[in-house]
């Protein structure tokens, strides 16, 4: 037996890993047309670099760090074209226009005024439910530096929370003992 | 206290979205055919590219060789009598199957699997010079595989080609017939290649080098896009067609290699262009002896 057939392979880490990699894409993108460029290029590089995915349980991570050098790169003018990209858009919006509206109150706009380095570091252990060790993979960083980024960010996302003027009851009684010992 | 903070930013996490759709098993396969992992055969081609035969190959070859893509060593005497269509015969519980006159009306093919007790399909598509003649055979139709949203094709016992080794223009070897399984109530579908009528699009398109193709035996793989060109309408091409590894490039320079290239319709041939040479490229000298 020969190593694993390359296709066979993407094929299992694909079904494996895409829904938390739309979910990730989907997250931090305005439309589902950017998620779909996003998610298609992220598993186009995947499969470019097919040899280079780790194995393990370690293929979403990777995904991840792939996925985030192409939000940054990201470009509109790039926006994938054809029948199978209406498809998935239409899916996207579907999906999207099935929901009811998000909550905007004064958590996410407290988030939004962080920065995008806080955001991300705090939406990768929240969203994604990443340890340190992961963030730091996703990252490319060291774990060290991961706590500490998380330890601003956090402190920084209090401050804006308590300028937002949150409601103690619905908030924890210990996030705002947080606040107060920051303050 | 962090558990606090991270549970905040937990509770305004936008949705998820839907997951795995069909239309995400669709870019997929798109994303495995429009350009080969490192380590990957080279039998794929760019998407954005209306070219449905593409398609048909991932459904048939599946993810991991499931199914066989090969030629087809025709036996001889075409039209060899009105009776049948087939060459039917019992050998250890299979029939082995092979096409005795591949210019049939499909209907009779289709009347003389069914006559055998099987539910096969059995379609005959346009094809190039030099893939006139072949087969490809899946374990499930395609209506099947779309229905359950994967063009994945498993294998099966049941169904299955019979091979030989002779190398048929680009592929490693010919299929020689089909053995399914006398009793097999499953599906399955059976590709064959007719040739096209006068402007039809081929939706089983030939390699450049392969026999009956204008650069048969030509080593066009890594030279300039202008220099195959000037090949191709030598020998009779004028149209031609450049996709990149990603989306059509209908403006490629010059100076870009030519990785792969099929005729896609009679004097129309598709070609995939790169700024640098393709790293391991086909040995046309190999395929030709």
Redesign the interface.
């Given at each position: 037996m020969g190593?694993p057939?390359?296709?066979?392979r993407?094929?299992e880490m694909?079904?494996a890993n895409?829904?938390d990699l739309?979910?990730y894409v989907?997250?931090r993108t305005g439309s589902p047309d950017d998620?779909v460029d996003v998610i298609?290029e992220t598993?186009?590089t995947a499969?470019?670099?097919?040899?280079e995915v780790p194995g393990d349980g370690q293929a979403r991570l990777w995904l991840y760090g792939v996925a985030r050098r192409a939000l940054a790169n990201h470009h509109r003018g790039e926006a994938r074209?054809?029948a199978?990209a209406v498809?998935?858009r239409?899916?996207?919006t579907?999906?999207?226009e099935s929901?009811s509206p998000?909550?905007s109150?004064a958590?996410?706009e407290a988030?939004r005024r962080l920065g995008p380095d806080d955001r991300e570091v705090?939406?990768l252990?929240?969203?994604e439910g990443l340890e340190t060790a992961e963030i730091a993979t996703v990252l490319g960083c060291s774990r060290g530096a991961v706590r500490l980024r998380?330890h601003r960010a956090?402190k920084r996302?209090?401050r804006e929370?308590a300028v937002a003027d949150l409601d103690v009851g619905r908030?924890?009684e210990?996030?705002l003992?947080?606040l107060e010992?920051q303050g | 206290m962090n558990a606090d903070i991270d549970r905040l930013v937990a509770s305004i996490a936008p949705g998820a979205g839907p997951g795995v759709t069909p239309g995400a098993l669709e870019m997929m396969d798109e994303i495995t055919a429009t350009g080969p992992a490192p380590a990957a055969r080279r039998r794929s081609w760019p998407a954005g590219l209306a070219w449905p035969s593409a398609r048909r190959m991932r459904l048939v070859a599946g993810f991991a060789a499931l199914a066989v893509v090969t030629g087809w060593v025709l036996p001889g005497g075409f039209g060899a009598g009105p009776a049948a269509a087939l060459d039917v015969r019992r050998s250890g519980g299979f029939f082995v199957v092979v096409v005795k006159d591949l210019y049939a009306d499909p209907g009779r093919y289709r009347r003389e699997l069914a006559s055998l007790d099987l539910r096969i399909g059995i379609r005959v598509e346009p094809a190039s010079p030099s893939a006139v003649g072949q087969v490809f055979v899946s374990a499930e139709d395609r209506a099947t595989a779309r229905a359950k949203g994967t063009h994945a094709v498993p294998s099966s016992p049941d169904i299955t080609a019979i091979e030989d080794r002779k190398v048929c223009g680009y592929w490693e070897k010919c299929t020689i017939g089909v053995r399914i399984r006398i009793g097999y109530r499953g599906t399955g579908e059976i590709s064959l290649g007719r040739p096209a009528r006068p402007g039809e699009q081929y939706t089983m398109p030939g390699w450049l080098a392969a026999p009956g193709e204008p650069l048969h035996c030509v080593d066009f793989v890594n030279r300039r896009k202008a220099e195959v060109v000037r090949m191709l309408r030598e020998h009779g091409v004028r149209d031609v067609t450049f996709a990149g590894y990603r989306a059509p490039v209908p403006d490629a320079p010059d100076s870009w290699y030519v990785h792969d290239g099929v005729m896609s319709s009679a004097g129309h041939a598709l070609l995939l262009v790169d700024p640098a040479p393709h790293p391991k490229p086909v040995d046309v000298a190999q395929k030709c002896r």
């Open positions: 190593p057939d390359p296709r066979q993407f094929e694909y079904r895409y829904a739309l979910a989907r997250r998620a298609s598993f186009t499969w470019r670099r097919i040899d074209r054809g199978l498809r998935l239409e899916e996207l579907a999906w999207d929901r998000e909550d109150g958590i996410r988030f705090l939406a252990r929240s969203w998380l956090r996302l209090a929370l908030y924890g210990r996030a003992a947080l010992g | -």
